[in-house]
């Protein structure tokens, strides 16, 4: 099993919602991702999760907060987002976070629409 | 830092002509090199990638790509091209020696006519 699954596939929220992006794979890997990607742009990473563990944040807005209950769930909350976080919110996965040459899986992503 | 060009934002293709796209990248280290594609409202697949070794490259779907160290280059290569094709293409890099923080080039669309 390779497949990296995001629900939900699409979400529309208001300003002042709170709401949560879900992430999961089974391929025992221990790096977990989140990327943001705008309409005909490359992927931007935001977090990186090792072990669990939270080791990359790009400078995120704190209305964007990510969290890794185990090795193989990863959510991201958000909360008073603004129209301009409107995007494709990409998961994805590799094995070892120490290897940069593993591959990382992506999931099909969450379409997210901020009224 | 690192960082990944792909010159090519569109590139129009023929249905069983052959393609050719571009990536230079720059960096004062050792990089692996990846091609990913993404189909229209879709996450990203992996092609092919560099680790080491032959700078030829094969990948799924009748890809290819060729690791030039002396031009910083690795270009994404396909004999005959098929409607499926039509994506987006995204070369990217990681530094050796620890880290997994991947940067990507800002695509190239390929549109495979008939």
């Known amino acids: 099993d390779t497949e990296v699954t995001q629900t939900p596939k699409h979400l529309v929220m208001g300003m002042t919602n709170k709401k949560s992006l879900k992430c999961e794979q089974h391929?025992?890997?221990?790096?977990m991702y989140w990327y943001k990607q705008k309409a005909k742009k490359p992927p931007e990473l935001m977090f990186v999760?090792?072990?669990?563990?939270?080791?990359i944040n790009e400078s995120v807005p704190s209305r964007f907060s990510p969290e890794c209950p185990n090795s193989s769930l990863l959510n991201l909350h958000l909360h008073a987002l603004q129209p301009e976080d409107s995007a494709l919110y990409l998961c994805?996965?590799?094995?070892?976070?120490?290897?940069?040459?593993?591959?990382?899986?992506f999931g099909p992503g969450t379409r997210l629409t901020v009224t | 830092a690192q960082s990944v060009t792909q010159l090519d934002s569109q590139v129009p293709v023929f249905e069983e002509a052959p393609v050719e796209l571009r990536c230079n990248y720059s960096s004062s280290v050792s990089v692996y090199l990846f091609w990913y594609v993404q189909y229209p409202n879709q996450g990203l697949q992996l092609l092919l990638k560099?680790?080491?070794?032959?700078?030829l490259v094969k990948g799924i779907n009748g890809f290819e790509a060729e690791f030039n160290k002396s031009q910083t280059s690795f270009h994404l290569r396909k004999p005959s091209v098929h409607i499926s094709d039509t994506a987006e293409y995204f070369c990217a890099v990681i530094l050796t020696g620890g880290g997994n923080k991947l940067t990507f080039g800002t695509g190239t669309q390929l549109k495979v006519e008939l």
């Open positions: 560099y680790l080491s070794g032959s700078t």
């Open positions: 994805a996965s590799s094995q070892d976070p120490g290897q940069g040459w593993n591959e990382q899986y």
């Open positions: 391929m025992g890997h221990r790096a």
């Open positions: 999760y090792s072990y669990e563990k939270l080791s």
